[in-house]
């Protein structure tokens, strides 16, 4: 662990704010490509009902996906790059994004739904206020998912060129500096768990108060039990 | 297609190895998470504890525990043991709350009626707390098996073998069928694996059928 404590691996272009700056920015700007494109979709698919084969199929498919061949097949297309790399990052991202969304749309109690075209909302209102503010917990639960799926495939995808802390597992191997190595795999797992924390804080800052207890309903507990197992790199 | 045609010992090789690294981590990782689930049904600390460590440990990345297992166990880089030790976690972290809130759930009437019966503890778990579990450890299995099987390739990116190899040479010499084959490769592996699992759980509760 001497790699970590040395000052010179802490400043300069392969310092390690440097690459934390860089991993955290693939990471911020796939996520919000993901969620511009996922969180409508899921939201379309649970409101109507129509098309959830095709995201559950999608989700379960991604699991089966090696993302090291995803990232290495774009890049083998589209040349090397951050673009290639985003794009790989957003296409597993999306799904479990929208699959949390949908979950959480159709986990919502059919009563409330009804109570709420019952007293005269409107589609509109019925969608934004009443079944995404109670789709909350699920959809944040995809969030996280897709969030430590964009995590650890931005380290892999430092094996085709891209910077972030995976450039020190790969620099490391290339140079047989094992001490190297293993600093970035720590690294890459402590940002994780970080942020995965940070996201469960985050949880119970954005769901509704009303919403704590009732996440043992039968409905619910079956689906936050399916998306838990997500995709996992 | 001409490359599988020519090269089949190479790819019957990397099948081989692709195999043992994702399924030793499934039948490891069930043996492991049998006793810890019955512990977090047992107690509620430990389920607390136990819960907790499976989440954070799921939560790092494949390729950060393959890197750091050299570093724990002592192994060398390219030792296999590598990514079977960090798959066999993942494993145990996805079956301990499943089994943990399957034995919990077993109905107190179910249980009196084994004790009645004369039924000793050791007896009682294995012949009916733990078979009606086995519908949630094989959803659990099933899970496990799936992403192990995606994730050995992971271990390509530090020389270990499998499908990952085909993925990393194929990048290398700038050759995508390589890659396509290796993908669709992993993904029948899947199916397959995941296709034996549910007809292995419908052999194993026959009653849950019946019951219906």
Redesign the interface.
Known sequence: MNWLTDPAHWTGADGVPQRLFEHLGYTAVSLLIAVVIGFPLGALVGHTGRGGLVVVGLT??L???????VV??L???AGLGDAPVIAALVLLAVPPIMAGTYAGIRAVDPVTVDAARGVGMRERNVLFGVEIPNAMPLVLGGFRSAT?QV??TA??AA??GSGGL?RY??DG?ALQE?DQ??A???L??LL??VV?LLLVGLQRLIVSPGLRSAGTTGRRRKAV?ALE?G??? | MNWLLQNSDKFWAYTEVHLALALIPVVAGLVIAIPLGWLASRSRSARAVLLALSNILYTIPSIALIVIAPAVLGTRILDGVNVIVPLTIYTVALLVRGIADALAAVPGHVVAAANAMGFRPLRRFLTVEFPLAVPVIIAGLRVATVSNISLVSVGALVGISGYGQLFTEGFQSNFPTKIWIGLIATLVLALLADALLLLLGRFLTPWVRVGR
């Open positions: 379960n498919g699991r089966a996906l090696p993302s090291l061949a290495i097949l890049v083998l297309f430590l995590i650890a380290t892999i094996f085709v995976g597992v790969f191997l094992y190595m293993l970035g795999a720590v890459v797992a994780a768990v995965d039990a197992t995709g996992k790199q």
